[in-house]
């Protein structure tokens, strides 16, 4: 089998039924607790903004984050939500305004979250 496609077939996890079953406080609850006692770098830079019953924390990054340090510090977070809460979760990171300012002289507006 062609190495690029060894994991294609791999089924994804998914939320448990304890995560599903709760209610979307509860989530983000569960989310926000573990927030404030992890590391000072995700204090700092992860705002917790909510936490859906399909698995997906969205986040939202509170100073700049380097290019080169914003994947690394998205999936950091995002495995140790997987470790700590359930192993179905994923992190997204709330879309930011666009900055082009051309296309916002033209009118063409991105919207957000």
Do not use: C
């Amino acid at each position: 089998m062609n190495e690029k496609l060894r994991y294609a077939a791999v089924d994804t996890f998914v939320p448990g039924p304890a995560w599903v079953t709760a209610n979307d406080e509860e989530r983000l609850g569960r989310v926000l607790q573990l927030h404030a006692s992890s590391e000072t770098r995700f204090r700092d830079s992860l705002v917790v903004v909510s936490a859906k019953s399909d698995g997906q924390v969205i986040v939202r990054l509170e100073q700049p984050v380097p290019v080169n340090e914003r994947g690394a510090l998205l999936l950091d977070f995002e495995a140790l939500l997987k470790e700590k809460l359930d192993v179905g979760l994923n992190v997204w990171a709330e879309a930011l305004g666009d900055k082009n300012s051309l296309r916002n002289l033209r009118g063409i507006e991105v919207k957000t979250l």
